[in-house]
């Protein structure tokens, strides 16, 4: 049974940083491209990073581009967020996902399982 666990949410104030991590069991971690993804209130979820399988390419959503870095640890099965000068904006549950495809992709359909979701607030 795959799962997807993540944590690292909470509340931040505009500017500070977060990190996020999922970890990941029950598939072979190294074979998935990994991505997060977000979902603020009353929106639709978004793309926000993705990083391939071996951790040497990643892709980012122009709105995160230069404050977050997405990074992955096959040893420990583990995807990171790191997540730098936040703003109001940014808040959302965060989602990571799991895609088999073998190259980095953007489109949500194309992720095969999902975390439950954490959820960051960032105060103004």
């Known amino acids: 049974q795959v799962q997807l666990v993540e944590s690292g949410g909470g509340l931040v104030q505009a500017g500070g940083s977060l990190r996020l991590s999922c970890a990941a069991s029950?598939?072979?971690?190294?074979?998935?491209?990994m991505g997060w993804f977000r979902q603020g209130p009353g929106l639709e979820r978004e793309f926000v990073a993705a990083?391939?399988?071996?951790?040497?390419?990643?892709e980012y959503a122009d709105s995160v581009k230069g404050r977050f870095t997405i990074s992955r640890d096959n040893a420990k099965n583990t995807v990171y967020l790191q997540m730098n000068s936040l703003k109001f904006e940014d808040t959302a549950v965060y989602y990571c996902?799991?895609?088999?495809?073998?190259?980095?992709?953007?489109?949500?359909?194309?992720?095969?399982?999902w975390g439950q979701g954490t959820q960051v607030t960032v105060s103004s």
């Open positions: 996902a799991a895609d088999d495809l073998g190259f980095i992709t953007r489109r949500s359909r194309a992720y095969d399982y």
């Open positions: 029950g598939l072979t971690f190294s074979r998935f491209v």
């Open positions: 990083i391939s399988r071996s951790g040497g390419n990643a």
